[in-house]
């Protein structure tokens, strides 16, 4: 079975902070992404990463950051925390096709 | 630009009441139509990929169907478990991006 293991699944952080979101798998995928789900919105891609050192904006980039360094390891920085950052994060990866999708991190910011 | 838009945005059914899930999408050359169930509070769940229209997939009381504009999930005779947030997404052939996500169908399955 696939598995994508991300670092909390519930954290509270004061507004300013740095925060860093760890998401890891064990399928050698090449491909991993970073989403945020809210309601009556859905789900947004922030991130995603198709090789390790390399990463393209999806479409909500603005006050975040990515590091891949290692191929199994995909990391979402939050550089100056703020309030309208609370959100639920998921961590996806995949090879060619389906995304496999991390348990989530429910973020408050306060 | 993709768009997947999901119907209804909510569905009550009781117990043994089959019914069936839309998926509307327009994806410029679409590479797979995939269908995932979310808990609450919990990631989505992969369920199916679709290639090609006339394809169908099943598990247990679950069969995705796929044309040239549109999936279906068919729910049938569903049981409370079965009550979660149904998510569909297109990926489209030649896209780094490769999922454009609808918003989802909340299903509750009353006893």
């Known amino acids: 079975d696939v598995k994508v293991t991300q670092s909390s699944r519930y954290l509270v952080k004061r507004t300013g902070e740095k925060v860093f979101l760890e998401c890891v798998q064990d399928m050698d995928h090449e491909n991993m992404f970073w989403y945020r789900q809210d309601p009556g919105l859905g789900l947004r891609l922030i991130y995603f990463?198709?090789?390790?050192?390399?990463?393209e904006k999806g479409d909500i980039p603005e006050g975040y950051s990515v590091s891949r360094e290692k191929k199994e390891r995909f990391s979402l920085i939050l550089e100056s925390a703020s309030t309208n950052q609370t959100s639920m994060y998921l961590c996806?990866?995949?090879?060619?096709?389906?995304?496999?999708f991390g348990p989530g991190t429910r973020l408050t910011v306060t | 630009e993709d768009q997947v838009t999901q119907s209804p945005e909510a569905l009550r059914l009781q117990e043994g009441e089959s019914s069936s899930l839309n998926c509307s999408y327009t994806?410029?050359?679409?590479?797979?139509l995939f269908w995932y169930r979310q808990d609450p509070g919990k990631g989505p769940e992969f369920l199916f990929t679709l290639y090609s229209a006339g394809e169908e997939k099943e598990k247990e009381r679950l069969k995705a169907t796929l044309t040239k504009k549109e999936s279906f999930l068919h729910i049938t005779a569903p049981k409370p478990e079965d009550s979660a947030t149904y998510l569909c997404a297109g990926g489209r052939i030649g896209s780094a991006r490769q999922l454009t996500f609808g918003s989802g169908t909340q299903l509750t399955v009353l006893p």
């Open positions: 994806v410029s050359g679409l590479r797979g």
């Open positions: 990463s198709y090789d390790v050192k390399m990463k």
């Open positions: 996806a990866s995949s090879f060619v096709g389906e995304q496999y």
